[in-house]
């Protein structure tokens, strides 16, 4: 095969290898960190900054959505929290002068990588149709532009308003107020891409579609199960939280095809000792096949099932509904094509059953390994069905944890970004507004770019993210946005989706939780609802990037009274002068926010913030269509995988934000300099002719018989599970079929994808 690569970036195309780390965090992570902060925003602006996240009266972090511990004495250490507030507190700046000196066509040639660094966006930028650069704009003339464009549908449902997950809850709560009283629910969000299968799933079984545990909990576990996530890069923080539970005597079982340096050892940068040693994390790693984790929870169900006394009867009999059902199937469970499935051995999921049974209180934690596969929706219900059985929902120190993304992702949903809002939100919204929301659903992301695509949508708005490089099929997605009439961006940093841009597109440069607020009644601050429904304040305190910077709130309440006009029925301008304004609503329309301006502000309740109420978690009850909480008997899937194929998973490395790329160097997997790798069973990869250092086009398959393409990956022989395979998204959305998504949440199945290697062209 190839040793070279074909049409290699300087940039980044170089790529280094050295083998996996066996521990995360300790010293070089802090050396990292002050290198990466230092070089974006300086010593002074560092220390400043750093100091302030996730401290009451502070800013919330914008890196995950993993919740603050009660007490936050001393700064959380987190190396890829710091990452992400260094990006936004850079001190470089995108200019107009810079938008001058690049046309479009340039910058839709740049990485995304070159793209982020460039620095913060400062002014309003359009576009103009035939235009070849973006130019400065007024902010009236920008909302001109959009009220325009509006004005020219034949339908408010021809207008898509997408969010991305850091949006705080009051500029969310108007901007789908907006969107609904203009006429659409075409709210996708990237909640669509990312939890929508875990929310499918618990909504339906447990009745509330979020995670059951508090922090707390999971000190109080005796077992933690971490399947399809990886917190050493993604939830640094979670580490901490898993370091305690062990010293409280909780075991960690991971289940991952791929051995993760942070699930394997802990150097805890907060003390000496973990500093020196560190804690090992994970008493057993389960080396799953890709997609098979529905087929061990299942096999584990049966094995609960034929021991004696280990299903909670009391429990099962009070509180939950289908039992004999599933019962029924998972005693039916064939041994040997299910655990082939799993890929694992029987002795190895009956070590797992003998700590399972060990434990009372076992709490199932998981990430995008479990939500993008096709079949993701069973396989959450089968570890809500995993946990019913011994009655581990809605007791101290079990349940439920799906870890959210995005810092705001969970908040957003809250306050009402769905494009398949539940009726009595929309009654809420109704009685509190005055007028009538639209009923019939809107498009998720992926119908969004199915309509795009079609012609049937024509206007394209962003909240935040980086629509074309974070959603599947880049060439299909990238044709669509092409097609629409206009583009409008929302954002801090310029991206890919600036450069790919419909007839008319427009920047609008927003402030970051860093900076800080200041409106027409004082300074404002905002808030976030983590991945354990806690809701607390945020407020930034530098100065903004630049002085032509509108919040989020502001941008929207303007354009509401642009294109709505008198007829709103919604006082915009006293939302954008005091944002407790826009909480007092929100307060009245939304379960469990009463009194928020009170309670968030700290003067009853917590300080720093209270927990929204979770029927199943709080008080047992379970709120679906039963009633109870319901078992579900699915027929057990998993990808098939043709010979001389493999199974690619396209996740994240150390060193990114989704879509936005801090540097190069995935440092716990030991790769660096590059980005175009394919990490692959040393095995898989003699049987497939796959050199190490060689280099492949990734070629994936899938039943439309369209070929999709990525060239020049550099081979890594890497110990994932056998007939798997792993590379760095986004280079590799191009690979990931529109419509191969995950049955009932629509999700794009970006972590099962059939590809075949071929040796690359030299040039
Ligand atoms: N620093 C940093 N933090 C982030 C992000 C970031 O990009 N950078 N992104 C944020 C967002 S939006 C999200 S959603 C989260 C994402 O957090 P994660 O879900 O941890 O992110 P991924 O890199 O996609 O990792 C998926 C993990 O699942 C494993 N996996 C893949 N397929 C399977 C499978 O079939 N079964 C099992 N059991 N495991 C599997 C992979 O090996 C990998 O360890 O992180 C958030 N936090
Ligand atoms: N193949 C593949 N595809 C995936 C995934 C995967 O694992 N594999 N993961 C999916 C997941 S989990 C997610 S969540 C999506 C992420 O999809 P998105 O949320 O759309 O993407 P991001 O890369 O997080 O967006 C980054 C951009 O957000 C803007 N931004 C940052 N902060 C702010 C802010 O405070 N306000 C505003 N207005 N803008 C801001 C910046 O301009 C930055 O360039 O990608 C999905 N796509
Ligand atoms: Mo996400």
Redesign the pocket.
Known sequence: MATKPPQSDPVQDAPQVAGPKHAAAGLPAIGHTLRVAQQQMGVRRTALTLLRVNQKDGFDCP???WPEPEHRHTAEFCE??A??VAEEATLRRVTPEFFAAHSVADLATRSGYWLGQQGRLTHPMYLPEGADHYEPVTWERAFDIVAEEIAALDSPNEAVFYTS?RTSNEAAFLYQLFARQLGTNNLPD?SNM??ESSGSALSETIGIGKGSVLLEDLYKADLIIV?????G????RMLSALEKAKAGGARIVS????P?AGLERFKNPQTAQGMLKGAALTDLF?Q??????QALFRLLNKLILEADGAVDEAFVREHTHGYEEFAAAAKAADWDETLAATGLTRAEIEHALGMVLASKRTIVC????????KHSVPTIREIVNFLLLRGNIGRPGAGVCP????SN?QGDRTMGIFERPAPVFLDALEREFGFAPPREHGFDVVRAIRALRDGEAKLFFAMGGNFVSASPDTDVTEAAMRRARLTVHVSTKLNRSHAVTGARALILPTLGRTERDLQGSGEQFVTVEDSMGMVHASRGRLDPASRHLLSEPAIVCRLARRVLGEESTVPWEEFEKDYATIRDRIARVVPGFEDFNARVTGSAGRPGGFALPHAPRDERRFPTKTGKANFTAAPVEYPELPEGRLLL??????????T?I?GLDDRYRGIRNGRRVVLVNPDDARALGAAEGSYVDLVSEWKDGVERRANGFRVVHYP?ARG?A?AY?PETNVLVPLDATADTSNTPAS??VVVRLEQSATD
């Open positions: 890196g995950c959505a890829n929290g990452k992400a997950g990237c990312c939890h399947a399809g996530q990886n917190p890069t993604n939830h640094p289940v991952n095809p791929l993760e389960l799953i096949r890709i997609g098979g984790d998981w990430a995008m390994g479990l939500t993008q596969h870890v959210r993304g995005h992702v998973q396209t996740l994240r490395s150390h060193d990114q934000y989704n936005t801090y994932t798997c792993a998204y972590k099962s």
